[in-house]
């Protein structure tokens, strides 16, 4: 508890002498490291960097490896499962499809009758096989009848 004493209040506490000492002791400067000592701790701490670098360049090449190897993947998957969209298609490939395949997935469906609709709509150049009706005009009957043979059920499915 605080005195009410104002001559106790400007006086500093005493501390013995031989406290004072050991206590100035302990907050001295440490003695220089050994050249030896030094040098050990230098060459070790220069390893350990070298070997986190050697690390971290493995894991780039690596992620970036991974990277092409995934977009390889891709690639191939969109080619096999879409040839026509990474390769043009000849008339041969044209006429093995299907007539109203205008995608060259193998089969007539909506999407083939959207493609061509589209490219009417925006006054795109037109591919001469999408005349599926055979009447030379690439037109919306054509996209009629590609919607039709996509939505056709055979009469034996309903069953």
């Given amino acids: ?3 009410s004493d104002p001559d106790r209040a400007d006086q500093e506490p005493r501390v013995p002498e031989k406290l004072r ?4 002791r302990l907050y001295e400067p440490l003695t220089g490291v050994p050249a030896e000592l030094d040098s050990v701790i230098l060459r070790d701490a220069r390893g350990s960097y070298a070997r986190r670098q050697r690390w971290s360049l493995a894991v780039r090449w690596a992620g970036a490896g991974l990277a092409a190897a995934a977009a390889l993947a891709l690639a191939l998957r969109l080619y096999i499962a ?3 969209t990474l390769r043009s298609a000849t008339p041969a490939h044209r006429q093995l499809a299907r007539v109203g395949d205008v995608d060259g ?4 469906d909506i999407l083939d009758a959207y493609v061509v609709a589209r490219a009417i709509t925006r006054h795109q150049p037109l591919d001469p096989a999408w ?3 055979g009447d030379g005009v690439v037109d919306r009957k054509d996209v009629d009848l590609i919607a039709r043979r996509a939505v056709h059920v055979s ?3 309903a069953e």
């Fill in 105 to 108: 997935n193998g089969r007539v």
């Fill in 131 to 133: 005349d599926v009706n």
């Fill in 82 to 84: 879409h040839p026509s």
């Fill in 155 to 157: 009469e034996g499915a």
């Fill in 1 to 3: 508890m605080m005195s």
């Fill in 21 to 24: 000492e050991a206590m100035a």
